[in-house]
């Protein structure tokens, strides 16, 4: 069964951080192209980062600060995201998504599969 499973969301105080896992199952991370997004109350989905499956690189959104990193470890099949100096803008769902094929993430319009997402509350 091919399934992406979310993990590592919670509630944060502003200034904190969290690192959210993606763990992947019935396929191999190494050949799909990975991105996190996230869903704020209210708003639409917006992209957070990528790793491109043509060549690994990784990607973050133009509107985002530097304080979101993207990894994987292949030999884990997990994707992880790492967001650092927590804001209560931050609040949303987040959700991991795998495209397979040789993909620069940046121009990917549709993902193959989908998380289930995880709740991301920055207050205090």
């Known amino acids: 069964q091919v399934q992406l499973v979310e993990s590592g969301g919670g509630l944060v105080q502003p200034g904190g951080s969290l690192r959210l896992s993606c763990a992947a199952s019935?396929?191999?991370?190494?050949?799909?192209?990975i991105g996190w997004f996230r869903q704020a109350p209210g708003k639409e989905r917006e992209g957070v980062s990528c790793?491109?499956?043509?060549?690994?690189?990784?990607y973050y959104a133009d509107t985002l600060s530097g304080r979101f990193t993207i990894s994987k470890d292949n030999a884990k099949n997990t994707v992880w995201l790492q967001i650092d100096s927590l804001e209560p803008e931050d609040t949303a769902v987040y959700y991991c998504?795998?495209?397979?094929?040789?993909?620069?993430?940046?121009?990917?319009?549709?993902?193959?599969?989908w998380g289930q997402g995880a709740q991301v509350t920055v207050s205090s």
């Open positions: 790793i491109s499956s043509s060549d690994g690189r990784s």
């Open positions: 019935g396929f191999t991370l190494d050949d799909y192209a």
């Open positions: 998504a795998a495209h397979g094929g040789d993909w620069d993430c940046r121009y990917l319009t549709s993902y193959d599969y």
